[in-house]
């Protein structure tokens, strides 16, 4: 089976000219802080981009080859550098925040999964060329909601990367924390 996303680094041959750059998602309506993402949405069959510290995933449409994709990709992505733009416009945070994301107490259970989130399950997953993102926590049940996003949106292992690594972690870490669903959007 091939994949519908691929991930590029600074190591990488497919895209060994990609400095790094900054984290955030983007979807083909959200590339208004990204030129890089405008630039790269430009190219016939990409679905999804995905910018992250130290790589970029690009996600294919179905019916895309990455035979045909990829010397597109690499063509844009290098003439992009190659003139000296920035992958984010001034002014926009170097990290990804959503404008609608939640501020907790850093001790609040909601505070600690964050922190643990950050620390120690969005750079693994990362390096996959996905992400995650807190949704919410329901106290009552003590179920976890995560996003999964990027190649981990849609990936059959996402599953198994939330039930058996990411729960595993918070429950031990956050004995609160009784299970981690993905969020039903």
Known sequence: ???????????????????????????????????????????????????????????????????LLQPNLELVISQFYAAGLEALRDGVPRTAQRADAQVFDPESIEGRILHLLEERVRPFVQQDGGDVEF???????????????????????????LNMGIRNLMEHYIPEVKDVLPTDD
């Not at 309506?29 to 990204?34: N, V």
Request: glycine share 8%; proline share 6%.
């Open 1 to 67: 089976m091939v994949p519908n996303s691929k991930q590029g680094s600074a190591e990488d041959d497919w895209l060994g000219w990609v400095s790094p750059g900054p984290a955030g998602v983007s979807a083909r309506y959200e590339t208004s802080d990204s030129p890089l993402a405008a630039a790269i949405f430009k190219v016939k069959g990409v679905n999804e981009v995905l910018l992250a510290a130290k790589h970029v995933t690009v996600t294919k449409t179905p019916s895309s080859d990455w035979n």
């Open 135 to 161: 949704d919410r926590f329901d106290n009552d049940s003590g179920v976890l909601y995560l996003r999964m996003i990027g190649a981990c949106s849609g990936c059959p292992k996402s599953s198994v990367t």
